[in-house]
């Protein structure tokens, strides 16, 4: 059990603070901001500190820290957030869902966000600073590095290694022994079968739209009934 500060005072940070209150045995003590961005001394009923002043109300010794910020700018944003927190003195914690089974036995770095139903099996390797969010499957022997994004529903093949700054959208899927290099944008329902290079992107294009109208479309299925 620790005490925790959640970097951040928006979306975010309310989801972390329900997962963290919910799902372990932690407890949030409040919430730090960038200096700018401050704006209000509370948020779900705890303080809020500008980072600057973070260390006066919640030294490094006695509190750990959480920074669950987004993809942005192919997740430096949170990386450099990260780092700042580290060299604050902060050890971060990492949230993993009790929904995962085996979830103990897991190589997970410091600030991991893993969010419910993945499934992960045995000898997964996870860096620091990643994003998991809710029903991915990833397979024996993968590694994921640091800094990186796994949105919701992705299937990892078994030996895959996804490197630092990648970002893998909704329903994509990737081979079995593929290396994904860093800084790849993976977009929703992409299909990975050969190594990539660095920053690389794969975009599937969206269904094409029908040339007919919903009603239309909805009287049509209804004469083949």
Known sequence: MAKIVIFGAGRGADIA???ISKDTDHSV???????????????????????????????????KMFAPLGSQNMNKL???????????GYELISYVSSTIPFASDLDIGENC?????????FDVKIGDNVTIWSGNQIGDNSIVF???W?????????SVIIKPFTFVG????????????????IGANALITKNTAVKDV??????????????????MLSKLV
């Not at 949170?78 to 604050?88: G, H, I, Q």
């Not at 796994?150 to 078994?158: L, T």
């Open 78 to 88: 949170r990386y450099e957030k990260f780092k700042a927190c580290k060299e604050k």
């Open 113 to 121: 966000f893993i969010l419910e139903n993945n499934s992960i099996n």
């Open 17 to 19: 603070h329900r997962y």
């Open 146 to 148: 640091e800094h990186c």
């Open 202 to 219: 794969y975009i599937v294009a969206q269904t094409p739209k029908a040339a007919f109208p919903s009603d239309k479309f909805s009287s």
């Open 170 to 185: 909704i329903n994509a899927s990737i081979s079995n022994n593929v290396i994904v290099e860093e800084e790849n944008f």
């Open 29 to 63: 003590s409040g919430f730090t901001v960038d200096d700018h961005c401050f704006d209000a001394n509370e948020f779900k009923g705890l303080p809020v500190v500008k980072f600057s002043d973070a260390e006066k109300m919640f030294p490094s010794c006695e509190f």
């Open 150 to 158: 796994i949105s919701s529903h992705v299937c990892i093949a078994g």
